[in-house]
Structures are given as C-alpha cells and as structure tokens.
C-alpha cells in the first residue's frame, strides 16, 4: 500500500509507493489545492483515495491538515477506497447478519450504486460503515416485509464530527429529516428554539459546527427508488483564535474590514472555490455593519436549474433559522439538493442552499420561486418558530409573511380584548357610585378580562380558521403595503369585511378575536413589516382605541421579536422613560407577566407623565417581555438591541420605498435605563449613530461618562429627589432624621437602594431585597451596610454578627428557619416576598427603593395597619415606581401615614436624563466631546463635566422641594378649611394643573413674544450650558418642537409651584410679567 512520510519542517514532501515506482510530491505552507492533490494520486494509482490514517483515525487528504496532524518523519497509509470497501465486506460478512450471498451486492451498492458524497467515507471508520449498511439493509428487507415505505434514521456522533442517515423524498414537507435537523439544530448548531442538552454544550463547547447536507445520488437498491439525506457535521478549526468582536454596526470606533482568511475554519479554506470565498468575505463585511441577515442568489454554472441562496447571521441573534428556512423553500414547491452552514470565528454564519423545483412543480420558474423564497427570509429570521408556524402545512396553508402578521394580531388582540363578560357589566352598573371599592372593582375587572382573553384561547380561534387569517391579512396589505394603490377601506367596505368573519366564526368569542384584527389594522400608521433588514417587527399604532384607559396616548409601538414582544407608550411628541426589561422565572409567571404586560407599560408611561412635569418631555415607558425560553443575559442583550433597532426603523424609514407612512413624518424619541437594561444604554446610542440617527447622542440617557452620559446610580440622581422628600416631611412633622427608625425594600445592590443608605442617617430597622430579609429591631449597622452599599453587593454579604440578639437574616435559598421570637419560617423565597406586610416591618419611615408593581394593594394594604386601624409607618416616601395601588395609598394616608406618592418622589432620575438629553442637543460635538466626556476608566473627569453634575443635583433637589412645599401647603390650607386632602390626590392633582397649563402654553401665541422666549429659556438652562455654549448658539441647535416643550413646562411647573393650585387666571398674566419686562 502506499504511505506518506513527511521530510522537511514548513512544508510536507510526501514519497508515494506502488504501482512499481516512487513518487515524490511537496506540499507548501500556502498551499491548499486538496482537490488537484487527491486527483494527482489518483493518475498515479489508478485508484481513488478516501483518506489518510493517522492514529487508527481517518482524515481527509487536505494539505492544510496533513500540516497540522502528520509528524515529521512518520509513515502512514493511504486509505484507497477500493481497499476499505473489501474490508468493510469482510467485516459485514464476518457480523453474519446478512446472508453471504448479499454482502458483495449490499456492500457494493453502498459505496458505489447509492452515490453517497466522499466526505462520509473520509470521515468515518470502517466499523461504522459496517454498521450502517446492516442497519440500511435489515430496513430494507423489514419495509418489503411489511409492504410500508423504507423508514430509516441513523447517526454516530464522537467529539469532532457527526454523521446523521435517513429517508429522502424530494419536496416532503414532513419526514424524519425534520427530527434530524431540529436535533442539529439544537444540539450542533446552539439556536435551536430550546437550550441545547448539557452533553451537546460539553461537546461543543459553545462553538456551533459546520454542517454538510447531501442528499445521495442513487437510490438505496436497484429494487427502490428511495434515496437518503446524509448529514456531515464537524466541529470547525479556526486557524486563528479570536473572541468574537463587536458589530461595527453597534460602535462607532473604525476598524479594519473582515479578512476571512484569518476567522474562517481550515477545511473550508482548503476547499473553497476562489469566487466562493470572495463572495463570502463580502458577506461577512456587510454582516458587519448591520444587526440583520444578509442575502445573496447565485445560479451554478454546472447546474442550470438549480440556484444557490446564501443567507449570512450573526450567530446567536435567531433560532429555528436552519429549519424555518426549509419550511419556507418546501412551501413555494422547491428542494434542496444540498444544503451547507460555515461557521467563522467572528461569531457569524453562512447558510448555503442549493434549491431547485420539485418533480410536481408546475408553472412558476425557479427563478420566480425562489424570489418568493428570498422575500420572506426576513420574516423567518425574525420569527423563525411560534406556536403558528404549523399553519404553514394545514389544510389550507398560509406563507410565512401571514404566520408573522398572525403572529402580531395575536399578541396585540391580548391588548384590545378588555370586555370582562355580561356579569361584570352588571356589577360595575350596580357599584358605580360606590367609590371606596373602585379599586377592588378594577382589579376584579383585570382578573376577569384575563381569565376570558388568555393567549392559549386566542390561539384556538386562529388555528381553527386559517382562513380567516388571510382574509383579515388582505385588508392589512390594502391598507399598509407600500405598493398598495387601493384607496382606505370605507365604512361599507369594514362592514362588509366584518360580515364576512362572522360568518366565518364558529363563536362569537372567534369573531371578537378577529374583530381585534380589523382594530390592529385599523389603527396602524406605518411599519417596517415590508422592509427585509428588520430584525424585529414594528407598528407605530394610533392609540385612540385605548377608549378603556383614563388617558388616550400620544403614541404607541408594538414590537415583536424571535424571542421578546415588546411596547412603548408615551404621552407627548417629546416624552421621555424607561425600557425595561421584564424576565419570568416560570411558565406561571410568565404566563401573568404576558397578561400584564401592556397594562404595566401604560400605567408606568402614565406615572412618568405626571411625575415629567418639570421637564419638556412627557412621560413614557418601554417593556421588553422575554419569551419563556430566552430569559439569558444573551438573550436580553439581543432582544434590546432588536427591539431598538425596530424602533429605528419607525424612526428613520431610511428604505422608503418599503414603507407607506399615514402618521407624522418625523418623531424623536428619548429612551433611558430601567430593569435589566442600565449596562446596554451605550450600545443603543452607539447603534442610532451608526444607523443615521442625528439625535443619537440623546437617544439614551443614563450613558457611561465615555459617551457623555450622567449615572444616575453613580451621583445618586434618582435618590436625591426620593430622599428630599423624606427630609421634607421629617421637617413637616418637625423630627429629626437621626431620631427615627426606617424599613425599606431594595437593597445594598440597587441603585435606589444603596443610595439611600448613603445619604440618610436614621436608624434603619429593615431591608428587603433580592438576597433575602435582613432585620434588626436596634437598627442595623450602619457602617455595615454602608459597606455593603458602596460595594453594590446584597444582604446576603451583612456579617450577621453585628445583629442584636433579636435581629436575623433570612435568605431565600433557605428553609425552616427560626426567628429569634420562636416564629418559623419554612420558606425564605415566601418570606422574603411577603415580609413587607410582616408585622415586624414597621418605622417611622418606609421607602420602597425596589419591588414589583403593585405590590401593596386594596386587598392587603390592611396588613400594614395596626390594631387600632392606623398606619404602622409616619411617613411613606414612594422610591419605586407604582409599589402602591391608588387605593392603597389613600387607605394609609387616612391610617395617619403622610405619603408621597412615586410620581412626586421619583423624578430625580427622569430630570438628570431630561439634562443629559439637552446637554446632548446643545453642546456643539467637538466641545461635548472635550468637556463631557471621559476617555477612559482612569482618566480624570473633566472640570465642566463636574460642574453640570452638581447643577443637575441641585436642579432635582429644588425640584423636590417645591413640589413638596405645594402639596404641603394645599393640604395645610385644605385642613384649616375642614377639608381633608391627601398627598397621593394632590400629587395627581399637581401634575394634572401642571400638564394641562403646558399643552394650553404649547396651543398660546406666547412662544411668539422674542422677549419672554428668551427669558424663559435661559431660566431654564443651567448655568453650565449658557455660560460655555451662549443661549443663541443652544436656540441655534437644539430642534425648535424641544425648545417650545421646554418653555412651557417650564412656565407651567413654576407658575403652579409658585401660586398653588386654585390660583386664578389673572395670577397667571402676574407672573408672566416677570418674563415680559425687560430687566426681571
């Protein structure tokens, strides 16, 4: 037999023995010709090579890897493939499962009758060759047996490769092939919709492989004409290693372009055709700068009609992508003759699929087809695999752009549906006047409502009407396709429409679902739906059918993901809040948190409207749901990117011809950090820059000091304004904050939690966070959880040897535990999330700086009353956003506690971000980037900088202060009077006065009046910004609709806080003279 031995280090000089003579052949380092190498020993022997032995293993004869595996100086064979089909016979024949007088036949049919590809017999051993024509033989004889169909499925998987074997039949859209590839895909490729198996992630230790998809030429014998679908699949070899950089997409440093040659896996490179490679650095470079798939469409010149569609990811940024594209290509009539997936070390893939039409395909041309194919790839990228994806294959089957659309009005008719039933009408009509129980009566309406519309019975009515489907998905293409010339539907044309559907419905619960859709339809002023660079499917909704809610929004955004949906509410064309991210620890919670979600979203955008009235923004808020099986820090990061992204796309339509736009042509929004998202608040800004938008500097606040951006958590923002209030009330009351005791939730970790620890200086009994419950009658101490506040770390790090005897700590990883006072607890996770109705928790104070919506509400706000019906707490500062129901906070105010409610407490933060955003607009980019930010983590932060910070602390605190000292005097007039007023309704009262005088300002010809402007203006600008930039260069470059926001809110806020709330109208023309004489 022949052998190879290697001569010289850098270059291997291979001397081949047989056929009579010496042949000598030097491969070089850059060498990769494979093909022209296995051809060369070919003529030599006449014989076909399969592969080199090395170590009892088979490689393939690449000279790459003979570089890599062949020591110098070592002899190995050369594996011809005539020699291992004579030893595979004789290791079938020596099995004796098959007759003798088979085993020549069967075994020669198998290497050379079934066509399989080379690379199956390069990289499997003889043993399992000799295994599988067994197990293809004793199919065959069981399915002639049986008179049934061959069924197939094996595979052999080690360390580096797998081998996957089952039935072929070209064009099925079912079959074992999809177990196979659901199975790849989760277990090889890591996307698919659930987590890969802990023994696929220890085998590939994270790194997706390659996968080769063939299927055989030949049929399984001469007596069927079945053929098999074989899948090779190997763990890739990276010539260099390299950790997986960021997009250029998500930064705005300059690099330089991708060099495949330096992430790609050495096999590829050995056998790739030049034209390929060329064509795939070129999709990797595009890849590079955009967050969606990239598509290319080649017709192979060797193969008229077939086509080649390449689709290049990021890895990661999808699931189900593999199998949802083969969902797509089987549902327009087409196959794939071979399908292939490289992997590079940049983190990216590239599909490649060869597709032509199936025998029975008629009419349309593979060209035709597979632009169809093409057209919806986007749609499979963005949602790849939902519980409506197997509408695809029913009876009468939707394509994939309906499956997303249904997919959408699904979700959104979660949001419409709000009718609780005819019994709840009934009571509502019979408790109308009855004020006291309102509270009791909404939550009752909620429950009921989400009891009616869950998500499992939303989807039974789609399922069951497919046809239903397309016919509400038409109206939305009449309506919203960009090359629609179909004028809006009429008024007759909607009642036709809905006559239809109802003779379509089965229920009348069907028809209320798919009345929601003609709502979703009918409501939606652009959308990104027809744009094949999403990544995320975005409506920009008109919010007049939210009739339910006690305030209409200005705008809404539905966005759904692969793995998120999400919402964006605000209440003004320039409003400003939060994105948070919401996660589920179970299928209950998730479950909840889905039936919530809008009405979270809303209630939170609501709170931030009326605690905005400082600013010139209105109030918003963004939620981000993560489905049940993407709740990784991974998955956040994606869904957040994509949900901005999305957004984005509303935002710029910088591809117009993929839009129809019936809203207002230009919108700016402001996001800023909340759960879950403080850490990503850069890579969006980063994300808008690079996607073109202008304002992308202010598109986020709450950024690192590099891009300019103002820590709330780092200069205490958000807690100045909570903790004013508490010192405001003490004062009120006449107590001094060293003498009083105070519980609070959130802890040493937080934001809102560690700072108050920093700043106050009473005796702080309790704290509750996600650790657990720590508790110390005597107060805890305070340079402990000053210790544990600066380190950002939970209680779970208190030294509990400081507690006195009474105190005690319970996590929540622990059971059946005893407190100091004989009490048991069996569950520390129960008693941690019930502890803030516990009767130990009690103080003069209590701040909530963390805790979930709702947590004290008209059902249990008893419990924090004590026997004789009084509040077990002086006074309640409301750090964290809606803690408290409404009416929970007005049975504690008449309990005798003084409560300040979130939307007064908590504006320290919405003001720095309102700053930060003006200081973005302001400041010219090339003193921004001088002044403002801070080039790295040891450099000195600038003097100016320094300077604006302490001016927006001070601007949070006279904020603070103002509105407390109004509220406090209304409520003293009110009291003197014999009238009783709460804080939480003056609050609400306070914001309304304020909101309502702004839009009045905004609507006025005041703005007009240079004089006025100008004064107000200036008024409003920190001293920092007029004294560095100049007011007339800050009017010059920050947009006029922000600046007409400023100079109302501005006037509005101090006008109210100035006068009070039943101020006439004439003490409104007093105190605009201020502004109106020169010189005031």
């Known amino acids: ?191 698919g919709y659930r987590p890969p198996t802990e023994v696929a992630l220890k085998r590939t230790g994270g790194q997706p492989w390659r996968v080769h998809c063939f299927r055989t030429r030949g049929t399984v014998s001469r007596h069927l004409d079945t053929k098999l679908r074989f899948y090779a699949l190997s763990a890739p070899s990276f010539p260099k290693c390299s950790s997986k950089p960021i997009p250029r997409c998500l930064e705005n440093s300059k690099r330089e372009p991708v060099n495949i040659r330096d992430i790609a896996d050495s096999t590829f490179l050995t056998n790739v055709k030049p034209d390929t490679l060329n064509m795939f650095e070129d999709i990797l470079r595009d890849l590079d700068n955009t967050l969606s798939c990239v598509i290319r469409v080649r017709s192979p010149s060797h193969k008229p009609e077939t086509r080649r569609l390449i689709v290049g990811y990021r890895h990661g940024s999808t699931h189900s992508f593999w199998t949802g594209l083969s969902d797509v290509y089987h549902y327009y009539g087409l196959q794939a003759d071979a399908k292939y997936i490289e992997q590079f070390a940049n983190g990216c893939s590239i599909i490649s699929l060869y597709l032509s039409k199936t025998a029975a395909a008629d009419g349309p041309t593979v060209d035709e087809l597979v632009a169809k194919v093409v057209n919806e790839v986007s749609f499979v990228y963005t949602l790849p695999r939902t519980a409506l994806t197997p509408l695809l294959y029913s009876a009468h089957p939707l394509s994939a752009p309906e499956v997303a659309y249904a997919y959408c009005g699904w979700k959104f008719a979660l949001t419409v549906l709000r009718d609780p039933g005819e019994e709840y009408r009934g009571l509502a009509t019979s408790m109308k006047a009855d004020v006291e129980h309102a509270g009791v009566l909404a939550r009752l ?114 966005v759904v993901g692969s793995e998120f949906r999400g919402f964006h509410v605000r209440f003004r064309d320039i409003a400003r809040g939060g994105i948070r991210v919401v996660k589920s620890l179970s299928a209950a919670v998730y479950e909840a948190n889905a039936a919530s979600q809008f009405d979270e979203t809303f209630n939170l955008a609501y709170t931030q409207d009326r605690k905005n009235k400082d600013i010139p923004e209105g109030g918003s808020k963004g939620t981000i749901l993560l489905s049940l099986e993407h709740q990784s820090d991974t998955a956040i990061r994606e869904a957040f990117l994509k949900y901005v992204d999305a957004l984005l796309d509303l935002l710029l339509m910088d591809q117009p011809q993929y839009y129809r736009n019936l809203g207002q042509e230009s919108e700016l929004l402001f996001l800023g950090p909340d759960e879950n998202t403080a850490n990503l608040m850069d890579l969006a800004a ?274 603070a202060k103002l509105e407390f000292e109004c509220m406090w005097r209304e409520r003293t007039a009110a009291a003197a009077d014999g009238r009783t007023l709460t804080l939480c309704e003056l609050s609400d009262t306070l914001s309304g006065k304020i909101g309502d005088l702004t839009t009045e300002i905004l609507k006025s010809n005041l703005w007009e009046n240079e004089g006025a402007r100008r004064h107000v203006l200036k008024d409003y600008l920190l001293d920092s910004f007029t004294s560095k930039v100049g007011l007339d260069v800050i009017i010059q470059r920050v947009p006029d609709a922000y600046l007409r926001h400023i100079f109302a809110a501005s006037l509005a806020s101090r006008f109210v806080y100035h006068a009070g709330l039943s101020s006439p109208e004439l003490g409104f023309y007093e105190f605009m003279c201020r502004y109106l004489t020169p010189g005031q």
């Open 686 to 959: 980063r994300h808008a820059g690079r996607r073109g938008y202008s304002a992308w500097r202010a598109f986020t606040t709450g950024k690192s000091t590099s891009l300019g951006g103002v820590p709330h958590d780092t200069y205490g923002m958000t807690t100045r304004s909570v903790h004013v209030n508490v010192l405001s009330a003490l004062a009120a009351l006449g107590l001094e904050e060293e003498e009083v005791t105070k519980v609070q939730t959130g802890g040493p970790d937080g934001d809102l939690g560690s700072n108050e620890i920093l700043m106050s200086k009473d005796k702080t009994k309790a704290i509750i966070d996600g650790s657990g419950v720590i508790f110390d009658p005597e107060g805890l101490n305070r340079a402990e959880i000053t210790r544990l506040a600066k380190q950002r770390v939970t209680i779970d790090n208190f030294d509990v040897s400081l507690l006195s005897p009474m105190g005690f700590r319970v996590l929540v990883n622990e059971r059946d535990v005893t407190l100091p006072n004989g009490e048991r607890v069996e569950s520390g996770l129960g008693f941690r999330n019930m502890f803030h109705l516990h009767p130990l928790f009690s103080a003069d104070v209590f701040v909530p700086c963390g805790g979930r919506p709702e947590a004290v509400h008209g059902g249990n706000v008893g419990k924090l009353l004590d026997a004789d019906g009084k509040s077990r707490f002086t006074i309640i500062v409301e750090g964290a956003n809606l803690f408290f129901t409404q009416d929970a906070r007005l049975v504690l105010e008449k309990a005798g506690a003084v409560m300040v409610k979130d939307a007064s407490a908590n504006k320290g933060g919405v003001t720095s971000s309102s700053l930060e955003v003006l200081a973005a607009l302001a400041i010219p980019e090339d003193m921004f980037a001088q002044h403002m930010t801070v080039s790295g983590p040891d450099a000195p932060v600038p003097e100016y900088y320094m300077q604006v910070v302490q001016e927006i602390q001070q601007r949070i605190e006279l904020n």
């Open 445 to 558: 309406k909620n429950k009921l409502r989400r009891e009616r519309f869950t998500e499992g019975r939303l989807f039974e009515s789609l399922n069951a009407h497919p046809q239903l489907i397309r016919l509400v998905y038409q109206d939305f293409l009449r309506r919203m396709a960009p090359e629609s010339t179909s004028p809006p539907p009429t008024a007759s044309d909607i009642k036709a429409l809905r006559a239809q559907l109802m003779r379509g419905c089965t229920t009348d619960y069907d028809f209320e679902v798919f009345d929601a859709f003609l709502t979703f339809n009918a409501h939606i002023l652009k959308t990104n739906f027809f744009s094949p660079r999403k990544v995320a499917l975005a409506f920009r909704l008109d919010a007049k059918f939210l009739v339910d809610y006690p305030k209409i929004p200005f705008g809404l955004f539905f």
């Open 1 to 191: 037999s022949a052998t190879i031995s290697e001569s010289t280090m850098g270059s291997l000089t291979f001397f081949l023995e047989g056929a009579g003579a010496k042949h000598e052949i030097t491969i070089a380092q850059d060498d990769t010709d494979a093909v022209a190498f296995r051809r060369y020993i070919s003529s030599i022997f006449g014989r076909i090579p399969a592969a080199i032995v090395v170590d009892g293993s088979h490689l393939p004869l690449h000279p790459s890897i003979m570089l890599s595996k062949v020591k110098n100086g070592s002899t190995h064979s050369v594996l011809f493939v005539e020699e291992q089909e004579a030893e595979v016979a004789r290791l079938v024949s020596d099995s004796g499962n098959i007759p003798d007088s088979c085993v020549a036949e069967e075994v020669s049919w198998f290497f050379k009758g079934l066509g399989i590809h080379p690379v199956y017999f390069q990289n499997t051993s003889n043993e399992i060759v000799c295994q599988h024509i067994q197990a293809l033989w004793a199919t065959k004889m069981l399915a002639r047996v049986r008179g049934t169909e061959l069924e197939l499925c094996l595979d052999h998987i080690t360390s580096t490769n797998a081998l996957f074997f089952c039935r072929s039949k070209a064009g099925s859209k079912v079959g074992p092939y999809k177990e196979i590839e659901s199975i790849v895909e989760r277990d090889f490729l890591l996307e």
